[in-house]
């Protein structure tokens, strides 16, 4: 499966987005999704993850409260909706997709970078 990011940009501290992540070559019904992020000069970090279903979500703790994610499967789009976003939030952002069956993300995006100005 192929994915494209997009939905990235410059907000003001306390702003919203929303990154879509959609999907080409095949549909994620077989996938967990999952959305990452680099922030400059630090490691990529986990930021949240959607079950296949989309009935169950899981964030880091930084983002908790915040960030939420959703899948709208006849689009083969997976979205990652941010509010009352922070500067500590600018970073690139990366879907990732994870197939039921592997133990790891094994297909990335290309991502797209999210600025909060302050």
């Known amino acids: 499966v192929q994915l494209q990011a997009s939905g990235g940009g410059l907000v003001q501290t306390g702003g919203s987005l929303r990154l879509s992540c959609a999907a080409s070559g095949r549909n994620l019904s077989?996938?967990?999704?999952g959305w990452f992020r680099q922030a400059p000069g630090k490691e990529r970090e986990?930021?949240?993850r959607i079950t296949r279903g989309g009935e169950i979500q899981y964030f880091a703790d930084s983002v908790k409260g915040r960030f939420t994610i959703s899948r709208?499967?006849?689009k083969k789009t997976v979205?990652?909706?941010m509010n009352s976003l922070k500067p500590?939030?600018?970073a690139v952002y990366y879907c990732?997709?994870?197939h039921f069956t592997a133990s790891?993300?094994?297909?990335w995006g290309q991502g797209t970078l999210v600025t909060v100005s302050s």
């Open 30 to 33: 077989s996938y967990f999704m």
């Open 72 to 74: 709208d499967k006849a």
């Open 46 to 48: 986990f930021v949240g």
């Open 79 to 81: 979205y990652l909706q």
């Open 104 to 107: 790891e993300y094994n297909n």
């Open 96 to 98: 990732a997709a994870r």
């Open 88 to 90: 500590e939030d600018t």
